[in-house]
C-alpha cells in the first residue's frame, strides 16, 4: 500500500480497546450474523529465489529444507482461522508472496485439499468467486498449473515488470522476458484463462518509447487486467541503497508523470479501464480481492507478515519465518501489530484506499460516518479544497471521485481527507 500515513498515525500495539492484550483471532467477538464474516482470505508464501532489488514485500530466499515444515504451520494457521468463516462461501482467495509458484507441487496439494475441506469454495468453483495466485514466469510447470486448477485457482497474477532485459537487470529481477508468454500459455492450456500482469515504470534510464514497448507487449498476450505501478524507492531497500550511492538517478517526476498519463491512453485503446490508480481491468474484469481491500471489507489473513481485517480491528502476523513457526496452542501466529477497532481509524482507512478507485468515496455514507466523529463539516471544506486545485470532480456529488489530474494526486487527496478526520 503507497500511503500507510493513518496506519501509523493511529497505531495501536497489542492494546484492545477494553485494555486487554490481544493473543489472537479467538479475542474478538465471535461472528452475531452472516452479513458480517470474513467471506475473503489471504495467504503469504514467503519463499523467492532470490531478493529482487525493489522490493520490500516479506520474502525470505528458498531453502527447500522449510517448505514442508511452512506447510504443516500453514495448515495449522488456517484450521484455526476457517471457524471465522462459519461455513459460508468464500468470495476470494488471494495467495501472493514472496513467490507462491515456489512452493513444491506436492505441498500445494496439501494446501489446496485442506483449504476445500475447511471452507467452502463453491462459489469459486463455479466462477463466481475469485481465487488468485500471484507467480513468476521462470517457476511455472504444467503440473503446478494442473494442480492449481483442480483445486479451484482460477485467476493467474504475473510479475512480468518489463520486457526489457536491460531494465529488467536494473531492477534485478532474474527471468527471461520470453518465458512470460510461455508461463501464460501452461496455465491457459491448464484452463485457467483469466490472467493480469504486473508491470514497473519509471526505472532508473527508462524512455516513453521503451515503457510504451513494454505495455504494447504486455496488451498483446491474452490478459484481462493489468497493474502498473511506478517505481518507488523503499527504505531498506538495496534499490534505495545504490540510488543514494549514486549510482543512478531518479525519474524526473514530470517524465514519470507523462508515462503514467500514457498509461491510461494506451492501455483505454485495448479497452481497459483504469479502476484504481494502478489497476486496469476488461469490463468485468476487476480484482475481486482488491475491491474488497480497498472498500473495507472483513478478511482472514494466514501466512508470516499477513495483515487481516476482520470485525474493525486490523492485526499483522510477525513476518519472521522463525518466528512465525511458532504458532501457539489454539493455531494462530504471533502477531507483530494489531490495531483495535476504532471508528475514526476506519474511516480513514476507507477513504485512504477508496479515494483511489475510479468509484470514488460514497460521501453521504463517509459524512454520516464524520458526524460522530465531529468531523463531517471538516471533510465537506477538505473536498471542496480539492475540487478547488482540481484533483476531484464534485464536492457536492454522491460519490467523490478524482479528476485525470487528480489521479496524480491521490495521495495528496487522502492526506487531506485524513487531515479533516484527525483531533486537533
Ligand atoms: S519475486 Fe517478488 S516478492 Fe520476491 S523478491 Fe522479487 S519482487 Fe519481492
Known amino acids: 500500500m503507497a500511503d500507510n500515513t493513518a496506519f501509523s498515525l493511529l497505531k495501536q500495539r497489542s492494546i ?14 465471535p461472528p452475531q450474523s452472516h452479513a458480517n464474516i470474513a467471506r475473503s482470505l489471504y495467504i503469504h508464501i514467503p519463499f523467492c529465489s532470490h531478493k529482487c532489488h525493489y522490493c520490500d514485500f516479506y520474502s525470505i530466499v528458498d531453502r527447500q529444507d522449510r517448505q514442508q515444515l511452512f506447510t504443516d504451520r500453514l495448515v495449522r494457521e488456517l484450521r484455526a482461522q476457517a471457524p471465522y468463516a462459519q461455513g459460508q462461501p468464500l468470495k476470494s482467495i488471494f495467495i501472493g508472496g514472496g513467490t ?15 483449504l476445500n475441506n475447511l471452507f467452502d469454495l463453491s462459489e469459486i468453483h463455479a466462477g463466481i468467486g475469485e481465487f488468485s495466485v500471484e507467480n513468476n514466469p521462470e517457476s ?4 503446478l498449473a494442473n494442480v492449481y486448477k483442480a483445486g479451484g485457482v482460477n485467476r493467474i497474477s504475473m510479475g512480468a515488470q518489463s ?4 531494465h529488467l537487470k536494473s531492477l534485478d529481477r532474474i ?10 500459455d501452461i496455465f491457459q492450456r491448464a484452463g485457467i484463462k483469466r490472467v493480469s500482469l504486473d508491470l514497473i515504470f519509471a526505472v532508473p534510464g527508462q524512455t516513453i518509447e521503451q515503457w510504451d514497448t513494454d505495455l504494447r507487449t504486455a496488451l498483446d498476450l491474452p490478459i484481462e487486467h493489468l497493474s502498473a505501478y511506478g517505481l518507488t524507492y523503499e527504505p531498506g531497500t538495496a534499490m534505495t541503497a545504490r540510488l543514494s550511492r549514486g549510482e ?18 494506451t492501455l ?4 481497459f479501464d483504469r479502476y484504481e490508480v494502478s489497476n486496469h481491468a476488461k469490463t468485468g474484469a476487476e480484482c475481486k480481492h482488491n475491491m474488497y481491500y480497498w472498500t473495507s471489507q472483513d478478511w482472514l489473513a494466514v501466512g508470516p507478515s499477513a495483515s487481516g481485517h476482520f470485525h474493525g480491528a486490523r492485526w499483522k502476523n510477525t513476518p519472521r519465518l522463525d518466528d512465525y513457526l511458532k504458532l501457539n496452542e489454539n493455531g494462530f501466529a504471533p502477531i507483530c501489530d494489531y490495531e483495535a477497532p476504532d471508528d475514526r481509524r476506519e474511516l480513514m482507512d476507507l477513504l485512504m484506499t477508496s479515494i483511489r478507485l475510479a468509484q470514488g468515496v460514497d460521501a453521504k455514507s463517509a459524512l454520516a460516518q464524520a458526524e460522530p466523529l465531529h468531523a463531517a463539516e471538516k471533510l465537506q471544506l477538505a473536498a471542496t479544497m480539492c475540487q ?13 471521485q478524482l479528476t485525470d489530474e487528480g489521479f496524480l494526486f491521490a495521495d495528496r487527496v487522502a492526506r487531506e481527507f485524513i487531515g479533516a478526520l484527525m483531533i486537533d
Open 16 to 29: 484492545g480497546t477494553s485494555g486487554m492484550v490481544f493473543q489472537d483471532l479467538s479475542d474478538l467477538a
Open 100 to 114: 507462491p509458484s515456489l512452493l513444491a507441487p506436492a505441498l500445494w496439494k496439501t494446501v489446496l485439499t485442506e
Open 140 to 143: 511455472v510447470s504444467e503440473e
Open 163 to 166: 520486457f526489457n532485459a536491460v
Open 175 to 184: 527471468h527471461n522476458p520470453a518465458k512470460v508468454p510461455l508461463a501464460i
Open 248 to 265: 543512478f538517478t531518479q525519474m524526473p517526476d514530470e517524465l514519470e508523470a507523462a508515462m503514467y498519463l500514457h498509461t491510461i491512453k
Open 268 to 271: 483505454r485503446e485495448y479497452g
Open 388 to 400: 478547488d486545485q482540481g484533483w476531484l470532480m464534485d464536492a457536492n456529488a454522491d460519490q467523490w
